[in-house]
């Protein structure tokens, strides 16, 4: 692959994620003003109940807590996948850079003349950074799909409750 192939799909990964943190900002200020319509449309619910207990509307009020709880287990549990994944990823990469150092430290402690030396360490260098600065922006792009994947299941809910809530 070329350079310039390298850097189009570098900008297209690039694209992509601004895409997604923007949809997932877009997601956080839908869930948060569905929360709130949520909140205060169950707040009237038990006001009513407080003002005529025979009128609760017990089944809306046991909502409140097994709905929260089934929305954070499951934001929890994709979370766990997306920190598992990050953390294979990252070990495998740190074994792999192990064995690359090695064998740079081989081709510079062999190297035949200082030139050769400074050559190989100067390889070693240029590949070192463009292999970081590759795992940082796949880092970035798993880290914004886990904030995307924990983030769905609480919007999911929230904006549900006050889709079924709203008068």
């Known amino acids: 692959m070329t350079q310039i192939d390298r850097a189009l799909k570098t900008g297209r990964r690039l694209n992509r994620d601004g895409a997604r943190a923007a949809r997932t900002a877009l997601s956080g200020g839908e869930m948060m003003k569905a929360a709130g319509d949520v909140i205060n449309a169950r707040l009237e619910i038990m006001a009513a109940g407080m003002a005529d207990p025979r009128k ?3 089944t809306e009020l046991s909502l409140m807590s097994s709905e929260k709880v089934e929305a954070i287990s499951a934001s929890a549990s994709a979370m766990a996948r997306t ?39 100067y390889s070693y260098a240029v590949g070192w950074w ?3 600065a590759a795992q940082m922006l796949t880092l970035n792009s ?8 924990a983030l769905r299941p609480i919007h999911a809910t929230a904006v549900a409750n006050a889709k079924r809530l709203k008068k």
């Open 83 to 121: 920190f598992g994944d990050i953390g294979g990823r990252l070990g495998s990469g740190v074994m792999t850079e192990a064995g690359l150092a090695s064998k740079a430290a081989t081709s510079i402690a062999s190297a035949a003349t200082p030139a050769a030396a400074i050559q190989a360490q």
């Open 56 to 58: 609760v509307d017990l």
């Open 130 to 132: 463009g292999r970081a």
């Open 142 to 149: 798993e880290l914004l799909k886990g904030q995307a994947d």
